[in-house]
């Protein structure tokens, strides 16, 4: 029996726009004002703490709103391909254990993009025999989330604007 099993979970939606366009709005979050234009009901605050913005070796930390709970988290990006591919994983070692990285992927799709976002999870067999409910509880929510990020992706790139409260629920009322 295997110590941890992985588990991916992915979401992805199609964007009327190029690749390159969608990575410029990525990499345009930046600080507060960036990262709540993104998914203002979720999004609390972002910064960078070292290094050159989505640049490989950067670090960043973020609060946003989870199952109705702030989590704060710190990042390193670790990989970047412009205009295709963002990786970023945590900076402790610790969690590295149990979230090992999250990456967001461009592919042309004809003239349009298919967003990716992917985040690998690591469960152990003690979490999968006693804590079953609570871990899938907090994927599901996570899943949610990652849906939720790529519809308002969509309307800010398509429509030029950010989402509307009625193209967005959020995480606080879960």
Not at 28 to 47: C, G, L, M, P, Q
Not at 82 to 87: M, T
Not at 148 to 171: M, Q, W, Y
């Amino acid at each position: 029996m295997s110590l941890f099993e992985n588990r991916i979970l992915s979401d992805s939606i199609e964007i009327r726009a190029t690749p390159e366009t969608v990575f410029k709005f990525l990499t345009s979050i930046v600080d507060d004002e960036s990262y709540k234009t993104w998914h203002n009901a979720d999004h609390v605050s972002f910064r960078w703490l070292k290094g050159q913005p989505w640049s490989e070796g950067s670090v960043m930390v973020a609060q946003e709103y989870l199952h109705g709970k702030i989590h704060k988290f710190k990042f390193q990006v670790t990989r970047i391909v412009p205009y295709r591919h963002i990786e970023y994983s945590p900076t402790s070692r610790f969690m590295r254990k149990f979230f090992p990285k999250n990456e967001f992927v461009l592919e042309p799709k004809g003239k349009h993009c298919l967003f990716i976002a992917r985040g690998t999870y690591r469960v152990g067999w003690i979490g999968k025999t006693f804590f079953k409910k609570a871990i899938e509880n907090g994927l599901s929510s996570v899943r949610r989330h990652m849906k939720e990020e790529g519809e308002n992706l969509k309307v800010i790139i398509e429509h030029n604007r950010p989402p509307t409260p009625d193209h967005v629920t959020s995480a606080r009322s879960w």
